[in-house]
């Protein structure tokens, strides 16, 4: 499943530095249904898990479940820098946002979860 999601160089820079910071071995990559696109991701410094799909680039491990495999397909990591603070964000070009009212007003969750 090597195709399952990708890494820009930037983003792989940004996540060797804080694993170098923990003993942990990777990354955990997921989505799930919520959020003002109908999808919600996340990131987090983690172990893998017997059912995960383990992708490796940049010599970094990505852990990635069964059902967050599903949403993730095509996904790429990336990294955002900027003066109003940056961050790591989860660009999903395969994903159609749904229609999600009241978000104009904030729904409180937003697709491009930063980590």
């Known amino acids: 499943m090597s195709c399952l999601i990708t890494i820009t160089a930037e983003a792989a820079k940004r ?7 923990t003993d942990l071995p990777g990354v955990r990559v997921y989505a799930q249904p919520g959020g003002c696109s109908g999808i919600s991701y996340g990131m987090a410094l983690d172990e893998a898990h017997d059912e995960d799909h383990v992708v490796t680039m940049f ?5 990635i479940d069964p059902a967050s495999g ?3 397909k095509g996904a790429e990591i990336g ?3 900027s003066p109003a603070g940056g961050g790591f964000l989860i ?3 395969n994903h159609i946002p749904s229609s999600c009212a009241g978000c104009q007003s904030g729904c409180g969750a937003h697709s491009d979860d930063e980590e």
């Not at 996540?15 to 910071?21: C, D, H, N």
């Not at 010599?59 to 852990?63: A, E, G």
């Open 70 to 72: 599903q949403l993730l």
């Open 79 to 81: 990294y955002e820098d």
């Open 91 to 93: 660009n999903n070009p």
């Open 15 to 21: 996540l060797k530095e804080e694993l170098a910071k």
């Open 59 to 63: 010599d970094i491990n990505l852990y």
